[in-house]
């Protein structure tokens, strides 16, 4: 099946395309049709002539003859003023039956309400859903994955990357000491939670409104942010209790506001905790729809928002059974171009610490998804995406995300340090990591 920018005539042409098509045509059929009219009125005129002291009926006929003409062409102008200068109308980009908690229509007007694009409308991601459905039979969903498993995906590579934040590329390369002192949990990890608890929400209470979503996530983003700065909840010397809980100073910030007002961020915060959506959802277009929603309290600008966008979609194609080649392919559509490693070439030539711009979206998710497509392993993938450098436990955060579904079962020993570890550090963080399983079993 197709998915379409909205509803055509043929069933191939896209609604805006259509509209404009037909406008055309309705501005040259207007065209012609005064031309007939005064044409008519002219010939009318020269008849009428030859009867003197008929001028009068003869202005009468020409005033009446050209006034329908002109008011037969209003609509039509309408229409191209509405075209093209009138206030833009988000149209559904997936069918209603690809949505079983979310309402599509509501989430297009809550856009309209905040005078945002839709993203998922646009060409480039039409294109890759169509591509997607032609070949999704084709692929072999792998098993499904327990919560416990698509977490710790996160943790492991938050943890290892924590070591070699903001450092400048590894000399070494990818060979270094998996696990340090220096490594443990931070913010991607604990705001994943946050996404985590509160997607478990909405499908537990069937939430389809988007801006009651919306103000759910912002909730748990404060309620986790609370129990991670915590003193008691943090080991003395841990990442958390070094860094005031790991997270940015624009979100600290924000977050410590009576009111904690949203933001038009162009971060990688949006990216880095968005995982677990793209578990929880049967169809692409409802995870995507709900990554957006995730990063619209926070991350406004449109590169905070693809960077949640784009780490779903490359996590459910991974979980899918697409191979690395297949989705470097894919999110080559997506990819916008002035994103750092749009290109999805091998290299480790990357400017992590240029400008101290560090832990933007176009700086780091590129490297992110670059490190996937060229690992070999679950291992290697985590080891590339901390070898470049810069704001690494995200970047290995996000690989690693990716690389979980795809490689399956971890060896013990790669998970066996940074688990026991972010258990014995922060007790109340644990709890709600155990607690999610059960919450979980109960909706697969």
Not at 283 to 301: I, K, P
Not at 378 to 406: H, K, L, N, Q
């Amino acid at each position: 099946m197709k998915i379409l920018n909205g509803i055509s005539i043929f069933g191939m042409m896209p609604f805006r395309r259509f509209s404009t098509f037909m406008a055309l045509i309705l501005i040259l059929t207007s065209i012609l049709n005064i031309e007939n009219g005064i044409l008519t009125a002219m010939k009318n005129m020269n008849q009428l002539r030859k009867f003197k002291g008929k001028m009068n009926i003869t202005r009468k006929l020409t005033y009446d003859r050209v006034k329908i003409t002109t008011l037969s062409t209003i609509p039509f102008f309408f229409i191209i003023y509405r075209l093209f200068f009138g206030k833009k109308t988000l149209v559904p980009f997936a069918p209603l039956e690809k949505f079983q908690i979310v309402d599509l229509n509501d989430y297009n007007e809550t856009l309209k309400r905040l005078e945002l694009p839709n993203i998922l409308a646009q060409d480039d991601f039409r294109e890759i859903f169509e591509k997607i459905h032609e070949t999704l039979e084709t692929k072999s969903s792998k098993r499904k994955f327990t919560i416990k498993e698509i977490l710790s995906y996160v943790i492991i590579g938050d943890s290892i990357g924590a070591a070699y934040e903001f450092e400048e590329a590894n000399e070494n390369g990818t060979n270094f000491p998996w696990f340090s002192e220096k490594s443990g949990i931070t913010d991607d990890s604990v705001l994943t939670f946050a996404i985590t608890d509160a997607v478990l929400s909405i499908l537990e209470k069937g939430c389809n409104k988007s801006e009651k979503i919306i103000e759910l996530f912002k909730c748990k983003f404060l309620e986790f942010y609370q129990l991670a700065t915590k003193k008691f909840n943090r080991r003395p010397g841990g990442y958390l209790f070094r860094n005031n809980g790991g997270f940015g100073g624009r979100f600290s910030a924000a977050i410590k506001k009576e009111s904690f007002p949203p933001s038009d961020s162009c971060g990688n915060g949006s990216a880095m905790r968005s995982s677990f959506i793209a578990h929880a959802f049967k169809s692409l277009e409802e995870a995507l729809v709900v990554s957006d929603l995730s990063a619209l309290h926070t991350h406004r600008h449109k590169d905070g928002r693809l960077g949640a966008i784009i780490t779903v979609l490359a996590i459910w194609l991974a979980k899918h059974g697409y191979s690395q080649s297949e989705i470097k392919t894919l999110l080559l559509l997506v990819i916008p171009s002035h994103w750092q490693g749009s290109s999805l070439c091998e290299t480790n030539d990357f400017e992590l610490l240029d400008g101290g711009q560090w832990e933007i979206s176009q700086k780091t998710i590129g490297p992110a998804i670059v490190a996937f497509i060229f690992g070999k392993s679950f291992e290697d993938v985590i080891r590339r995406a901390v070898s470049y450098g810069g704001d690494t436990d995200t970047m290995a955060a996000i690989a690693a995300s990716i690389a979980g579904p795809y490689f399956g079962k971890i060896p013990e020993a790669i998970q066996e340090q940074p688990m026991k570890r972010f258990e014995d550090e922060y007790p109340l963080l644990y709890q709600c990591f155990e607690g999610f399983s059960e919450r979980y079993e109960k909706l697969i």
